[in-house]
């Protein structure tokens, strides 16, 4: 089914969507191997079994290529994170799960790391990839009188940076893990909660997130 328009796909789509999927997954496989730098469109293009200039139809850089396949780990990502803040009563441990979470990825995802040093691509994918979630979860939490801001836009775009910007300083052994519980604690102030209690949320037990494989079986229990 085209999603666009409702109708049955094409043969000529299903094969553009099928190459391009295939293109994205054996970016991720390849890249996760052997890393960014080493990896070459010639290695992706092979594991895909997609012609080399069939590939930059799709995507006109290897850096596009790689950033596609790193936006579908961050979809992925989202849901798993979903599936853990789903449990939760309070609807203010639900952004500071996601956001240290994030952090967490940030910092320990090689793939990630590569985007750090393009910070404005990062910020950008993360900004739209995790936007639906965060802005959903900071408004129930306002509704519920958790958090206290004007306008969730404005505050996740700031979060978002903010994310990057504590994300990279540990990368770069500027700031240490241990920062990174007072980097939520900043974020739930900025989202308008007080400092004591913004504390008192941030230092909860986090719940490890599910595997990959588990959300799949979970999304579908036939697997």
Known sequence: MNSASGRPETRSERRRRRNREALIQAAYDVVSRKGIDATT???ITEQADVGLGTAYNYFPSKDDLILAAIEQSMDHLAKRIETVTDTFDDPAQVFAYGTRTLMDTATTDRRWQWLMQRSEVIADAIYRC???YALRDLLKAREAGRYRFDSAELTWRQATWSIVGTSLA?????LS???LTEAVVNLL????????GAWQVARRPRPPLPTASALAARIDPAR
């Open 177 to 179: 893990n241990d920062d």
């Open 189 to 196: 102030c900025l989202a308008g909660m007080d400092r004591a």
């Open 170 to 174: 540990v990368c770069e052994n500027k």
């Open 130 to 132: 995790f936007g639906p």
């Open 41 to 43: 469109v010639h290695d």
